[in-house]
């Protein structure tokens, strides 16, 4: 049913308590194409930049770190504000919701474009130009992201429905980035740009026919931005997502400079690698969904986890000319990133349920959620770059010590985060539960 054309009728989709309407493909379409473009800008902004503002205008990474450490740090920190302003335009309408997420599109596309493309030259130039737009990007991106997560929280539903809604957004996500992936080598960044403007458009529309939420937050005080962090098992799962999250920012931050120094493979075949790894996690979504109706949303993750330790281990001992087996981890690996991508936040959707904040805080739930996703990424970036560049890693180093030390930051360094998460989600919420 039209958000917009059902306004802000609780009834149309059933009452607070009541069982909620079901959803079916047409439901999760209309909700989760959204996610497309939203994915299709993360690839970039996150995964690219680094490596653009590096080759293309010479930036050093201590500089380039700095740089990304900052924006990165300040978009992390306004997300609870975010989240909090998102809450309050719940309460005043959905159309509220919808009109601030199509004006948050609109600063979006436009600085996405202009990000990539400096008017100038000068490497201080160009990390000034590079700070302003990725500041301005990445809160047109967060108000985006969070009014649409938070949306789809209030959807409710047992375990097997948040996780059907959130794989929704997520595998639809995964289409963005597989095009992310192709696009800037097959159409060229002006084509990308493009491309992006017409799919956030195509996504704000389809997103304004989806099913409403039966119910919305109240008009809460202002101290209701930090309830979230009030609550035990929220604070038990941020962590986890914390850990995991870093494990998962650091290879995403450092993967093109792995691939073109390590393997020395061809740029030609930076789209096979990142296409693989983004299209076997969208395929395994159905099956992580099925795992989780036999032994739950915590369990099916931690799978996930162990999945991902497993596979990506195997990269420490792959070198130049290695491209077919870094293939193979990128598959397995692929496969592990399914459950993080549809599984937490369903996991996070049942934490707000339980704590009876369902329909009233879902906006500063998600707002730390995502606090914790940026900052996660900040780290990766403001860390990784300049610890890589003081052990003597530079783009386009081909001796062995550096090498090593960008082979020991891409791959040990995540898996002991990886590790840790496991074991936090495993003596946090899996063994207080008992048996399945």
């Known amino acids: 049913m039209s958000a917009m054309a059902s306004g802000d009728t609780a009834a149309a989709t059933g009452d607070r308590e009541g069982a909620p309407v079901p959803f079916g493909a047409r439901d999760g379409l209309h909700y989760g194409l959204l996610g497309l473009p939203l994915a299709f800008v993360a690839l970039p902004l996150y995964v690219l930049v680094p490596n653009h503002y590096a080759r293309e205008f010479g930036v050093p990474l201590t500089m380039l770190g700095a740089v990304l450490l900052g924006a990165r740090l300040l978009d992390a920190f306004i997300d609870p504000l975010i989240g909090r302003a998102v809450d309050r335009w719940f309460a005043r309408s959905l159309q509220s919701v919808l009109r601030a997420g199509a004006a948050a599109a609109v600063v979006l596309a436009a600085g996405f474009a202009l990000l990539f ?14 700070a302003v737009l990725l500041v301005l990007t990445y809160a047109a991106y967060s108000t985006l992201s969070v009014a649409h997560q938070s949306w789809g929280a209030m959807l409710g539903g047992d375990e097997a429905r948040r996780s059907r809604i959130v794989a929704w957004r997520e595998g639809l996500g995964l289409a963005g980035v597989l095009l992310a992936s192709l696009a800037p080598t097959l159409l060229g960044l002006p084509a990308t740009a493009a491309l992006f403007a017409v799919l956030l458009a195509a996504g704000c529309w ?13 008009n809460a005080p202002a101290h209701a931005l930090w309830l979230p962090l ?41 789209p096979a690698f990142l296409g693989t790894y983004f299209l076997c996690a969208a395929l395994s979504i ?23 330790l497993a596979a990506f281990i195997w990269t420490l001992q792959l070198g130049a000319g290695d491209s077919l087996a870094f293939l193979l981890v990128c598959a397995a690996s692929g496969i592990a990133l399914g459950s993080d991508l549809a599984l937490p936040s369903a996991l996070l959707a049942g934490v707000i349920h339980d704590a ?19 900052l996660n990424l900040a780290l990766a970036a403001g860390l990784a770059l300049p610890l890589l560049e003081l052990a003597g890693y530079a783009p386009g180093a081909r001796e062995p010590a550096a090498l090593t030390a960008l082979a020991v ?9 990886k590790l840790l998460a496991a074991a936090g989600l ?5 063994r207080p539960e008992g048996p399945p």
């Not at 159905?286 to 369990?299: Q, T, Y």
């Open 117 to 130: 493309f400096p008017p100038v030259r000068d490497v201080q130039a160009a990390l000034a130009w590079a």
């Open 206 to 218: 389809a997103w304004s026919r989806s099913q409403a939420p039966a119910a919305r937050p109240l």
């Open 426 to 430: 495993y003596l946090t919420l899996i």
């Open 356 to 374: 009876g904040d369902r329909g009233r805080h879902e906006g500063a739930y998600f707002g730390w959620w995502n606090f914790a996703t940026k």
């Open 409 to 417: 930051a891409y791959c040990l360094l995540p898996c002991a985060l």
């Open 230 to 270: 009030r609550r035990p098992a929220f604070r038990r799962l941020l962590a986890v997502f914390m850990l995991n999250g870093i494990a998962s920012a650091v290879p995403a931050t450092l993967v093109l400079f792995f691939v073109q120094d390590r393997l020395q493979a061809p740029r030609s075949l930076e």
């Open 286 to 308: 159905p099956a992580w969904l099925a795992l989780v109706r036999r032994i739950g949303l915590a369990r099916s993750w931690l799978a996930g986890m162990a999945l991902a």
